[in-house]
């Protein structure tokens, strides 16, 4: 049994709508996104993060604002990361306990790097 999990509250987890699904090798810049509501990036193994890199390009320099799964090999440490390189949503294997997944996301309450969602370092944000 699988389980789905939202990582950003703006975002809702796109089911059975518009979507396609990449290998972690395939070029995201040249994809068509017309009509496009949800992209599923594949982790094959956990340890290979070609995968952070496929969502950034797609939030930051595509514009993409549907949904972003992240599907594979994933471990509920990578949440927190997942999030911050712009994926909405996540597609483990296995049954993951919902306590065990709010933990993870609130492990740290605020980064002073720009991320996927924030495009600016966060002294820029305050100063602003």
């Known amino acids: 049994m699988s389980t789905l999990i939202a990582l950003n509250a703006d975002l809702t987890p796109a089911i059975g709508q518009n979507s396609v699904k990449l290998s972690n090798t395939d070029d ?32 930051r320099r595509r514009g993409f604002r549907g949904d972003i799964r992240a599907t594979g090999d994933l471990r509920v440490d990578q949440l927190l990361q997942l999030r911050r ?27 002073y790097q720009a991320d996927a969602l924030h495009p600016h370092a966060r002294l820029l944000r305050e100063a602003a």
């Open 85 to 111: 390189c712009g994926f909405s949503s996540a597609q483990f294997p296995h049954p993951v306990a919902t306590s065990t997944v709010e933990r993870a996301l609130q492990a740290f309450s605020g980064f």
């Open 28 to 59: 995201v810049l040249g994809l068509a996104l017309d009509r496009v509501h949800c992209i599923e990036l594949e982790f094959p193994q956990w340890t290979d993060g070609r995968a952070y890199s496929q969502a950034w390009l797609l939030r």
